[in-house]
């Protein structure tokens, strides 16, 4: 919905609050908690930030999402998609691992707060539109490519190459000589037990027991003087609160790559919230979604954190732990807490090969073939003889995105993916399918030729249907198929504006253009029942051009009315047409005007 929020503004969720939720909750949140940990050092590494930021994001996004938000189960936390936008975005502007670096990935997530909160406020909710299902699918499996390709390196302890996806990859198989063995091992079997686990023990952290594994590996067996690398010195305690050492121009820099982060983060936490939403039976605000996630991003980067987004991975894992409102979310924070300021150091031994196998894994499950191979068949013979190549139209907008991801970088593959998107509506629109038809079995059924064959239309009437709105984009096509479609023996033209849900100026302009070129070949222009808006805007331009629209209640009206014209006497050469709107002598009109 987006109307006015029916939910108190502050910790909305918690409306109506009741006592035996409280344990669902608690567990709920522990649950969360050993899901997001090991999961907000992975996504850190992916955003090229030291991996202790990921934490830092997590305490302030789940209270303040919590205190503004509407969804009862959504978790806020760094995520794998948002992530490498920010490193995409960082990246072009600072040195990896520098302290600049660290800086601008904390100012965007400033940036990205602050964009959120004037959306919000702006009543903005409309803006994950822009961005349709398929374009998004393939945005994020190009993302998940380009972030298992990024972490293959520190599976095989190899180098890391430069470029985009395909060069990474190829510089991966082409070091895959130097390969460290134990790394290999470790990282392997981190990778293994926790896809194992997600198969057949669903509810244990899987991410969790490999990393616990992988710490206690290093600890009994000195993997690290072996050639495995680990994560190293993590800073215990608080994070230092207030903005991040970035110039003025940094912040003005940021704001145009902040709108895509912020529309990629809202779509996909938005989709989340709304799944558990029907689930539960509530509803969410997707302007107080805005504000919660542009408070939540606000005070990820006053804390020293990352960018962050709605997680529908840990949104499962609080929806199917039994969470009932937001109370299992600030328990998430405040377990986070805890971790800051107690234990941090035993992650510190943490194979980077583990890592990188809890990062895999969770994007892996993002790479969705069988949803591309769905896209592909939405296709019949009847569209592809419509459209031409168009009519897999969504199918080729999520592929544009997809391969401008692996090719362009994140978010100048999401902007491909839109405009591809965008310009195959257009072409579509701009060549409706335009229908002839026949008098069906039944009275008042006028059926598609290309789909009864069987019929036999009428030789003298040609009846049309145009399905799609009549606008300045398909004017000219919707002219030139009707005078292709004229034969010696027709007489009349009978357009069904039935499926014509709109009209615009330069359609009516040409419809009244039209009428009067049929007139002067002998042939009526008329319409069957056009419907709303159609019929209003026909009303005025045909009002203030000073033509006479014929219209009709439907199309049989119009057929029989046009068809008993044909005995009439043409008007001598060199006499003008009589109108197409005159009637029949001596008789009523069966039509009405506009």
């Not at 009862?72 to 995409?88: C, D, K, N, Q």
Request: glycine content about 10%; some cysteine.
């Amino acid at each position: 919905m987006s109307g006015r929020s029916s939910t108190p503004l502050l910790f909305g969720s918690l409306r109506g609050y009741r006592a035996g939720w409280l344990r669902a909750d608690l567990v709920a949140g522990l649950t969360v908690w050993a899901v997001l940990v090991p999961e907000s050092l992975a996504y850190a590494t992916i955003a090229g930030v030291p991996p202790v930021v990921g934490l830092y994001a997590a305490v302030p996004a789940l209270l303040l999402y919590g205190l503004l938000g509407s969804s009862r189960h959504l978790v806020v936390a760094s995520m794998s998609a948002t992530a490498a936008l920010s490193a995409g975005i960082v990246g072009d502007l600072a040195d990896g691992g520098s302290d600049r670096y660290v800086a601008l990935t904390t100012a965007l997530a400033v940036v990205v707060g602050l964009v959120g909160l004037a959306a919000g406020l702006a009543r903005m909710g409309f803006l994950a539109s822009f961005i349709s299902e398929p374009v998004l699918k393939g945005f994020i499996i190009g993302l998940a490519l380009t972030i298992i390709v990024g972490q293959l390196p520190k599976l095989f302890g190899v180098p890391k190459g430069d470029g985009d996806f395909f060069e990474q990859l190829v510089f991966v198989i082409a070091n895959l000589g130097d390969t460290i063995v134990p790394t290999l091992i470790v990282g392997g079997a981190s990778l293994l037990l926790v896809l194992l686990l997600r198969r057949w023990l669903p509810l244990v952290p899987g991410a969790l027991v490999a990393v616990l594994l992988g710490i206690a590996a290093v600890a009994l067996l000195d993997l690290d003087q072996e050639g495995v690398a680990i994560v190293g010195q993590i800073d215990a305690g608080l994070p230092r609160l207030g903005l991040p050492h970035a110039q003025a121009g940094d912040y003005l820099t940021l704001i145009g790559a902040s709108v895509g982060v912020l529309l990629i983060g809202y779509a996909e936490g938005l989709g989340a919230a709304k799944t558990y939403a029907a689930k539960a039976g509530y509803d969410v605000d997707p302007n107080r979604e805005l504000l919660g996630l542009g408070a939540a991003n606000l005070g990820a980067g006053l804390a020293s954190g990352m960018v962050v987004n709605g997680s529908l991975s840990k949104t499962a894992v609080n929806g199917g732990a039994g969470a009932k409102s937001q109370l299992s979310g600030l328990t998430v924070a405040a377990l986070t807490v805890i971790t800051l300021l107690f234990l941090t150091g035993l992650f510190e031994q943490l194979p980077e090969a583990t890592l990188a196998a809890v990062v895999i894994a969770a994007v892996l499950e993002l790479v969705d073939v069988p949803a591309l191979r769905r896209l592909y068949r939405v296709w019949t013979p009847h569209l592809g003889g419509i459209y031409g190549w168009a009519a897999r139209a969504d199918f080729l907008a999520a592929i544009a995105a997809l391969l401008g991801v692996l090719v362009f970088d994140t978010l100048p593959g999401l902007f491909i993916g839109i405009a591809v998107s965008l310009v195959l509506l257009l072409y579509r629109a701009s060549r409706p399918h335009i229908a002839r038809l026949a008098r069906g079995t039944e009275p008042g059924m006028w059926l598609d030729l290309d789909r009864h064959p069987d019929l036999t239309p009428d030789p003298a009437v040609l009846v049309l249907r145009v399905e799609s709105g009549l606008f300045f984009a398909n004017a000219d096509h919707v002219r030139d198929h009707v005078r292709g479609l004229l034969t010696e023996s027709t007489c009349a033209v009978v357009l069904d504006a039935q499926t014509a849900p709109f009209i615009d100026v330069t359609a009516t302009g040409m419809l009244t253009q039209l009428a009067h070129d049929l007139t002067r070949r002998h042939v009526t222009l008329a319409f069957a029942h056009p419907i709303g808006q159609t019929r209003d805007v026909l009303r005025r331009a045909a009002a203030s051009s000073g033509v006479t629209l014929s219209v009709y209640p439907d199309v049989d009206a119009a057929v029989m009315d046009t068809r008993s014209r044909q005995d009439e006497p043409t008007s001598p050469p060199g006499d003008p047409a009589p109108p197409a709107s005159s009637p029949r002598a001596g008789e009523a009109p069966r039509r009405t005007e506009p």
